[in-house]
Nanobody, 125 residues
Framework: QVQLVESGGGLVQAGGSLRLSCAAS????????MGWFRQAPGKERELVAG????????YYTDSVKGRFTISRDNAKKMVYLQMNSLKPEDTAVYHC??????????????????WGEGTQVTVSS
């Protein structure tokens, strides 16, 4: 059974930083591309960042390019999202997910339909 546990969210002022972590279990982690999604109230869930299984390539949605960095540690089965220069519009529940595939040009869908609790990020103005 695949389990993904997110942590690291919180309340931060605009311009601040947070680092999200995701611990994975129940899968051969290094075989899978991973991503971070977010969902704000009243909005659809969107892929924020993705990373190839080897960690050599990354994808970012336009609104976070230059501010967010995704990384992974295959030995520890962890994926991270460093978020800098946070804006109020970054406020959302953030989820990590196994991606169906990796792409440099389009946001790939998640491999599984179920979602955990995620971690809340709130950016005050």
């Amino acid at each position: 059974q695949v389990q993904l546990v997110e942590s690291g969210g919180g309340l931060v002022q605009a311009g601040g930083s947070l680092r999200l972590s995701c611990a994975a279990s129940g899968l051969t982690f290094s075989d899978h591309p991973m991503g971070w999604f977010r969902q704000a109230p009243g909005k659809e869930r969107e892929l924020v960042a993705g990373i190839r299984r080897t960690g050599t390539n990354t994808y970012y949605t336009d609104s976070v390019k230059g501010r967010f960095t995704i990384s992974r540690d295959n030995a520890k089965k962890m994926v991270y999202l460093q978020m800098n220069s946070l804006k109020p519009e970054d406020t959302a529940v953030y989820h990590c997910a196994v991606l169906r595939y990796y792409s440099d040009v389009e946001p790939p869908p998640p491999l599984f339909d179920s979602w955990g609790e995620g971690t809340q990020v709130t950016v005050s103005s």
